[in-house]
Nanobody
Framework: QVQLVESGGGLVQAGGSLRLSCAASGSIASIDAMGWYRQAQGKQREFLATITSDGRTNYADSVKGRFTISRGDAKNTVYLQMNSLKPADTAVYYC?????????WGPGTQVTVSS
């Protein structure tokens, strides 16, 4: 079992930055990749970025160049650095861990970008 907890969300003005954190616990050695998703009110959950256990990253076109995914030294924490935030980035941001036969999601953290 893997448990995830996100933190770092909040209210920020347009053009500002936030760094989200996702801490994993439990069977972290079984994690193949971790990623970030978001869901705006009334919309489907959207892929943002992922990082594999060997450090390879992938980004959605909508955030490429503005968002950066990284891992902590202990590799049980993943970060999402978000720059040049826009009101359209307002959403609940979720962390996901992918294992061989299952996935795990965190409860999410709210990010609100004011204009």
């Amino acid at each position: 079992q893997v448990q995830l907890v996100e933190s770092g969300g909040g209210l920020v003005q347009a053009g500002g930055s936030l760094r989200l954190s996702c801490a994993a616990s439990g069977s972290i050695a079984s994690i193949d990749a971790m990623g970030w998703y978001r869901q705006a009110q009334g919309k489907q959950r959207e892929f943002l970025a992922t990082i594999t256990s060997d450090g390879r990253t992938n980004y959605a076109d909508s955030v490429k160049g503005r968002f950066t995914i990284s891992r902590g030294d202990a590799k049980n924490t993943v970060y999402l650095q978000m720059n040049s935030l826009k009101p359209a980035d307002t959403a609940v941001y979720y962390c996901r861990a992918t294992m061989t036969f299952r996935t795990a999601w965190g409860p999410g953290t709210q990010v609100t970008v004011s204009s």
